[in-house]
């Protein structure tokens, strides 16, 4: 729940989550959506088609558009091409910013497992060592967090402020923040 000091209590039920690769992004959003009782949605696994080719940006938003009008959900992912679409609904923007050197460790384990282990992401998709050793940012998730990461310090949660003024944001950088956060929000303390 989240409400103003001098306004009625909302029930929070649209979430927007953003964060580096390997932030804890999609961890966290199925916590919020699981003790909300709310339709989670991964971005990645809708724009990701098979064989890794990308959804259009009009069928992606036509998509996206069609989620984000329901009632209740958790939307994670940081697709610019239809960010306004999740922001206009959003009632709380959550951005993960926690230090760099822990992502870059949680991403390297869940890569290297999922590559060794041949784990499906979406659509048949798979993570493989050859991608995680290429030097194209596109193709090398890894890489693409490192370039990325600082984004989610600063920008994204000033682009949040300016962009969804009518959503509180809430930025988390640690562990502690995290993992405490979905019960902060049930008992209404965000």
């Known amino acids: 729940m989240c409400g103003g000091a001098s306004g009625p209590t909302v029930a929070v039920t649209r979430i927007a989550v953003h964060g580096?690769?390997?932030?804890?992004?999609?961890?966290?959003?199925?916590a919020l959506a699981y003790r909300l009782g709310v339709a989670r949605?991964?971005?990645?696994?809708?724009?990701?088609?098979?064989?890794?080719?990308t959804l259009p940006d009009d069928e992606f938003r036509a998509e996206v558009a069609a989620r984000a009008a329901g009632p209740g959900w958790v939307i994670d992912g940081n697709y610019r091409v239809?960010?306004?679409?999740?922001?206009?609904r959003a009632q709380l923007i959550v951005v993960l910013d926690p230090?760099?050197?822990?992502?870059?460790?949680?991403?390297?384990?869940?890569?290297v497992t999922r590559a060794a282990l041949r784990v499906e992401?979406?659509?048949g998709n798979r993570e493989s060592f050859r991608s995680l050793v290429?030097?194209?940012?596109?193709?090398?998730?890894?890489?693409?967090?490192?370039r990325t990461h600082?984004?989610?310090h600063d920008v994204v949660p000033a682009e949040a402020r300016s962009g969804a003024p009518h959503a509180r944001v809430v930025v988390l950088r640690d562990r502690?923040?995290?993992?405490?956060?979905?019960?902060?929000?049930?008992?209404?303390?965000?």
């Not at 290429?134 to 490192?146: G, I, K």
């Open 176 to 190: 502690r923040s995290v993992d405490a956060f979905p019960d902060r929000l049930a008992r209404g303390e965000v």
């Open 121 to 123: 992401l979406w659509n």
């Open 134 to 146: 290429s030097t194209d940012d596109q193709r090398n998730v890894v890489l693409w967090s490192w």
């Open 41 to 53: 949605t991964e971005l990645d696994a809708l724009f990701h088609q098979p064989g890794w080719t």
């Open 82 to 88: 239809v960010r306004d679409l999740v922001w206009e």
């Open 99 to 111: 230090p760099r050197r822990r992502v870059m460790v949680q991403l390297l384990r869940r890569t």
């Open 150 to 152: 600082h984004r989610y």
């Open 20 to 30: 580096a690769s390997g932030s804890g992004k999609t961890t966290l959003a199925t």
